[in-house]
């Protein structure tokens, strides 16, 4: 086995890892979305404060106190000696849902961990036509498609939306680089979807699909 191919399925590995490890902000913004339901949107706000300060304390005794502790959730190089992308994360999901309709800001999240895997599972694994750096033309198509089904699941009625959000997002995954993607993919694409949902009109107070008005009804909203 040639030395390219074990590095290329050791960097799949570790992608695979950094990106299961991201699905666990998947309890986040349902944690967030039980607290607006059951209380109100200040309170769900103030719990993801919560949780951005305890994160940030945690950040601060690794990089202080712990510089050498071992990679057990494969860290980007960038990330051993600066803050994780869950920090950048969080901070865009306080923003995103206290500056846009909860069904946009929602969906923005939901392509932040879904079409970001995607998009880069596909790439390590299929890639060969490379486009912008190290991305590659099937990671980028890979994670546009992603984006467009969790798009059609949550905002099926209003494609102008979801399609635009879908595109965007994938559009800045390809093109950030030294800015973190978990900051920048959520807030352009929401900001795309709010200005789409103010220029047409559309009301967005709830969500217009068939799975957030099973999850409702599951937790008797």
Do not use: W
Not at 10 to 31: C, D, G, N, Q, T
């Amino acid at each position: 086995m040639s030395c390219a191919i074990i590095m290329k399925k050791h960097s799949l590995y570790k992608e695979i890892i950094r990106k299961l490890f991201h699905l666990m902000e998947l309890p986040v913004l349902l944690a967030y979305t039980l607290l607006r339901q059951y209380f109100s949107q200040r309170v769900g706000i103030l719990g993801l404060t919560l949780l951005f300060l305890i994160l940030l304390e945690v950040e601060y005794v690794r990089l202080e106190y712990m510089p050498k502790l071992p990679n057990f959730i494969a860290l980007r190089k960038r990330e051993m000696n600066n803050v994780t992308g869950t920090i950048f994360f969080i901070a865009a999901t306080i923003i995103a849902f206290s500056a846009f309709d909860y069904p946009i800001a929602m969906t923005a999240m939901l392509l932040t961990i879904f079409g970001d895997l995607a998009s880069a599972l596909i790439g390590i694994k299929f890639g060969r036509h490379k486009i912008h750096k190290n991305k590659t033309l099937e990671g980028f198509l890979g994670g546009l498609a992603v984006n467009c089904v969790i798009g059609y699941l949550f905002l099926p009625l209003y494609p102008v939306i979801f399609l635009s959000m879908a595109f965007v997002a994938s559009i800045v995954e390809l093109f950030t680089g030294k800015l973190d993607d978990n900051l920048t993919i959520p807030l352009f694409a929401a900001f795309t979807g709010q200005m789409i949902a103010y220029f047409l009109a559309i009301p967005l107070a709830v969500f217009p699909g068939p799975i957030m008005e099973s999850f409702l009804k599951f937790f008797h909203f």
